[in-house]
């Protein structure tokens, strides 16, 4: 059994300036996934950064609103919402409330510094 706390992930900034804990990722544990997990944070009144990855990713909201923004798409966003972004996709998601945006990410293959392009 595996099982990880969320204050036991270390946080960091992703190219795309969220906040960002690993729960899930094949490369840094011994589990056979392909996917990687993480926990974001995006602080009231900001926006990631425009970018895309190589890879496919889905965003589940936990807490807060804000916009979120695929190509030339945009949509609100608020607890309960699920996003998918295509592989290749340029995203970007923004704060529009006065708590921290959380959701979850799950990027399929996993997630590396070296799929993501910050546009």
């Given at each position: 059994m595996f099982i990880r706390e969320l204050k036991n992930c270390e946080a960091f900034l992703a190219g795309d300036n969220c906040t960002l804990r690993e729960l899930l990722h094949p490369g840094k544990t011994d589990l056979k996934l392909r996917y990687s997990l993480a926990h974001a944070v995006?602080?009231?009144g900001e926006t990631t950064r425009l970018h895309r990855l190589k890879s496919s990713e889905v965003y589940y909201i936990l807490e807060g609103e804000g916009i979120m923004n695929i190509n030339d798409e945009k949509a609100p966003v608020h607890?309960?919402?699920?996003?998918?972004?295509?592989?290749?996709?340029?995203?970007?998601?923004?704060?529009?409330?006065?708590?921290?945006?959380?959701?979850?990410?799950?990027?399929?293959?996993?997630?590396?510094?070296?799929?993501?392009?910050?546009?």
């Open positions: 995006v602080k009231p607890p309960d919402i699920t996003v998918y972004c295509p592989p290749d996709a340029k995203q970007c998601i923004s704060n529009t409330g006065m708590t921290n945006l959380v959701f979850l990410c799950i990027v399929d293959p996993a997630w590396c510094r070296e799929d993501e392009e910050i546009i």
